[in-house]
């Protein structure tokens, strides 16, 4: 049984100090017992928290629900590093009232998000928004301003010291490119593919004032004798685009080339490339290459007339404004028997085909006509124009060369025709310069670019 002591007062016998028990005992002060020490001073643990004066919190935690009220800082030396919340803390961020450490602005004029700081200047293709957007370009100094953001048609106003606003330039009334014609086969393989063609209407791509535009004319295939194959057109480009050389003859007559265009649909109004299969070759006689408008001829085999060329493509008032051509037809096949005749060469500049010696009453195929340059016609001559040449400038097919043996070993096929770019704009638009000397014509209300070698043009303002 515990013994108590009642009193109303403890004075400290000796001195000042007074203990209440020893180590390891505990002192219980019972509910309802009030410890009333305002008028003294007092020592308490490191551990206890009080309600007002100055406390240092080494490695102690507080519930944040515990905190009411505002925590006012001492001085300037306070710091969060102990405080939780998501984001990068670094000397870039600061504290947002999300509890979430963002970045305090932007440092740089580039990392605006209107302004672009670029080594190069802008391209109506550079497509930023809104109007109003800066582009800076740092290697020159030169400053522009956004003045019209259409895509692929943007206007950039110079600011700079410099001259020269990026411009869109309003587009072609009409383009048109046309690859090189590939070479007929000799030994009766087949005859040369069409360039392919590319025709616009109202086409606008990414073409910009003041630009240098490349334009290149492709080759046609160059002729070839004995038993070779024909040799394929070089590719002709401009603005980005590309018409397809032609293929040449053998073992079958050769496919026109491609033409396709690699601009969105919302730069043109309308867009027609034209590109066919060149005909089979059954053994004998030699098969028509393809034209921008048909097939090649496929024949049976056995003595018979070579396979005609596949048709070109009409289009009018593209070259000079009074023109109704037809463009890259296909080479015509050679006959076989010397009194057979060669394949016609398919209307738009196509080689005719060839035919074995003159012994017979074959005649060689006729050059397609109605052409810008009409194609020649095959021959049996046992050398050079035994198939006939397709014209210059058509992108046509080159005739096949006959039979090589019996005495006619030099027989040599038709080269093909080289392709040509020709470019219509309203007359109301500044003269372009130009170098590589196209044939200009500024008639009916329009100006005529027509390439027929490769060079440059620039559209000005």
């Not at 984001?87 to 932007?106: E, H």
């Not at 004998?284 to 090649?296: F, H, L, Q, S």
Request: hydrophobic share 25%.
């Amino acid at each position: 049984m515990a013994s108590k002591i009642k009193v109303d007062n403890i004075v400290a016998q000796s001195g000042t100090d007074v203990t209440l028990g020893e180590s390891g005992n505990t002192i219980t002060v019972p509910s309802g017992v009030t410890l009333d020490a305002s008028n003294a001073t007092t020592s308490l643990p490191a551990n206890v928290v009080t309600t007002d004066g100055n406390q240092t919190l080494t490695n102690k935690s507080i519930a944040t629900t515990q905190l009411t009220g505002t925590i006012t800082p001492s001085d300037s030396t306070v710091t969060l590093d102990k405080l939780t919340a998501t984001g990068t803390k670094d000397s870039t961020t600061f504290l947002r009232g999300d509890n979430t450490f963002a970045t305090a602005g932007v440092s740089t004029f580039a990392d605006l998000s209107d302004t672009t700081v670029s080594a190069s200047d802008p391209t109506t293709s550079s497509n930023k928004t809104p109007v109003g957007h800066i582009w800076v370009n740092s290697t020159s100094g030169e400053a522009y301003i956004l003045t019209n953001a259409t895509t692929n048609q943007n206007d950039w106003q110079n600011i700079g010291e410099g001259s020269g606003n990026i411009k869109y330039f309003p587009g072609l009334t009409s383009l048109v490119m046309i690859g090189g014609g590939g070479s007929g086969a000799g030994d009766m393989a087949g005859a040369g593919g069409a360039g392919g063609v590319l025709s616009f209407t109202g086409y606008r791509g990414t073409i910009q004032y003041g630009t240098e535009y490349t334009i290149t004319i492709g080759s046609g295939g160059s002729a070839v004798v004995a038993q070779n194959d024909g040799n394929d057109g070089s590719n002709t480009t401009a603005f980005g685009e590309t018409a397809g050389g032609g293929l040449g003859g053998g073992p079958n007559g050769g496919n026109s080339g491609a033409a396709t265009t690699s601009t969105d649909a919302s730069l043109y109004t309308s867009f027609n490339g034209y590109s066919n299969t060149g005909g089979t070759n059954t053994g004998n006689p030699g098969a028509g290459g393809a034209g921008a408008g048909a097939n090649g001829a496929t024949l049976p085999s056995g003595n018979g007339p070579g396979g005609a060329g596949g048709v070109g493509i009409q289009l009018s008032n593209v070259y000079n404004g009074s023109d109704n051509y037809y463009w890259a037809g296909g080479g015509g096949g050679a006959g076989y028997g010397s009194d057979e005749d060669g394949g016609a060469g398919g209307l738009g500049g196509g080689g005719g085909g060839g035919i074995f010696r003159t012994t017979g009453s074959g005649t060689g195929g006729a050059g397609g006509g109605s052409a810008l340059n009409n194609g020649t016609a095959g021959t049996g001559n046992n050398g050079a124009g035994n198939g006939g040449a397709a014209g210059a400038n058509t992108g046509a097919g080159g005739g096949n060369a006959s039979h090589w043996g019996g005495g006619e070993s030099s027989s040599t096929s038709g080269p093909g025709g080289s392709g040509i770019v020709m470019i219509k704009t309203p007359d109301s638009y500044t003269t372009a310069t130009t170098t590589g000397s196209p044939v200009f014509t500024n008639t009916g209300g329009y100006k005529y670019y027509a390439f027929t070698g490769s060079g440059t043009i620039t559209f000005n303002q």
